[in-house]
């Protein structure tokens, strides 16, 4: 059964820490996602990374890194956290180019920042 | 011109009852619109997707309805079930740089 992980499902952290989402999937897919779920405002895009090493910012990057290693695994690093980031966080992946529409996701990180 | 509007927002739906849910674009580089369904405490998963030189595309209860000309296309859920009661996102693709847009979400619940 073809799976995207992610590690924390819930997390509570304080205000100025760092945070560490992080994300495999097992399908050998070149694309992985980053996205932030919030009522009424649907799935925005943190960043993606199309490869090893890549990363390109989507819509909403500010207070946010990526990290991808290897092929298999994306992280989500929030160096400083804010009660603004309180939210569900959903990784994805997904095959590269035409397979950008069929997304795999994970079951989501939901964080709260007090 | 990169926007998905969805609409409605919620929706509450008798059971057998048969919900529609709406989406709007403006981009006609898009070349692909899926329909994700997310239940509570999931991610979303893909549930139904058309290209556009097809007006409408059936699996099961579900059925997207597309109209090219107009930029709009339609999720309805036939002969609605307690268990269809989800948060429905429809998305499209872009063509040129194979991204993904998204519509906000209607969360859609089925009485019994």
């Known amino acids: 059964d073809v799976k995207v992980t992610q590690s924390s499902r819930y997390l509570v952290k304080r205000t100025g820490e760092k945070v560490f989402l992080e994300c495999v999937q097992d399908m050998d897919h070149e694309n992985m996602f980053w996205y932030r779920q919030d009522p009424g405002l649907g799935l925005r895009l943190i960043y993606f990374s199309y490869d090893v090493k890549m990363k390109e910012k989507g819509d909403i990057p500010e207070g946010y890194s990526v990290s991808r290693e290897k092929k298999e695994r994306f992280s989500l690093i929030l160096e400083s956290a804010s009660t603004n980031q309180t939210s569900m966080y959903l990784c994805?992946?997904?095959?590269?180019?035409?397979?950008?529409?069929?997304?795999?996701f994970g079951e989501g990180s939901r964080l709260t920042v007090l | 011109q990169q926007q998905v509007k969805q609409s409605p927002q919620s929706l509450i739906v008798q059971k057998g009852g048969i919900p529609i849910i709406n989406c709007a674009y403006e981009n006609t580089a898009f070349d692909y619109f899926p329909w994700y369904q997310q239940f509570p405490g999931k991610g979303p998963a893909l549930l139904i997707a058309?290209?556009?030189d097809v007006s409408e595309k059936k699996e099961g209860r579900f059925t997207i309805s597309f109209n090219k000309s107009a930029k709009q296309f339609s999720l309805h859920i036939m002969d609605s079930q307690p268990g269809d009661s989800a948060t429905y996102f429809c998305?499209?693709?872009?063509?040129?740089?194979?991204?993904?847009?998204w519509g906000a979400g209607t969360k859609l619940i089925i009485k019994p």
């Open positions: 998305a499209a693709r872009n063509g040129s740089n194979y991204q993904l847009i």
């Open positions: 058309i290209r556009p």
């Open positions: 994805a992946s997904s095959l590269i180019g035409q397979g950008v529409g069929e997304l795999f």
